[in-house]
């Protein structure tokens, strides 16, 4: 039986894109469900259909309903463990899990001020305090990555892996908002930017013709 993921606006749902990209990378074959987000009754109760959370992304597998990006992920690693959706060493999927974990719970600030909107003008604009703090994090984090595996390949742990598609959506937000970036972050930005699943989303949700105005922000 195919997997059916669930998923929301690709111009704008950051969450979406994580399994997403992250599927697409492993060659794990899904069909697509995207129900567009904010457009009123009718696709807010085919999501209450799908996950009594009532959000994207989900993931079907037969009788198993999965909800939440990372918790899809973990799944999808137990599933098809021959994806290597993490690193086979334990200490370096440690490492691959903790950042994965930060990215999922935390950099309020910079999901917030800067929203992901594939259509927005790149441009740069003011930034909180808090905000800048996240980005500095995350550079250094996608830094130290790059600094301990860059002889494995061009990615955060070398092969690709479920932390760079957790990242993936800042990729997107470090681009569309003119962020400053060293020397070593935007070769890996480069790298993502130029993986086929990253591009084919980016591609999809710049053909989108949605606009949700809450997203819309400045």
Known sequence: MTLKLVIGNKNYSS????????????GIDFDEILIPLYTGPADKQRLLDVSRSGKVPALIDGDVTVWDSLAIIEYLAERFPHARLWPDDRAVRAHARSISAEMHSGFAALRNECGMNLHRPVKAKPLSEA?????????????D??????????????????ADAMYAPV?????????????LVGDYMAAMTALPAFAEWTTAGLAETIVIERFETD
């Open 145 to 162: 990555c790059r600094t301990r595996h860059g002889a494995q390949g061009p990615y955060l742990f070398g092969a690709f892996s479920a």
């Open 15 to 26: 969450w979406s894109m994580r399994p997403w990209v992250a599927m697409k990378a492993a």
């Open 131 to 143: 905000a800048r703090a996240d980005i500095a994090r995350v550079q250094e984090i996608w830094t």
């Open 171 to 183: 990729v997107h937000r470090f681009r569309i908002y003119a962020i400053d970036v060293s020397p």
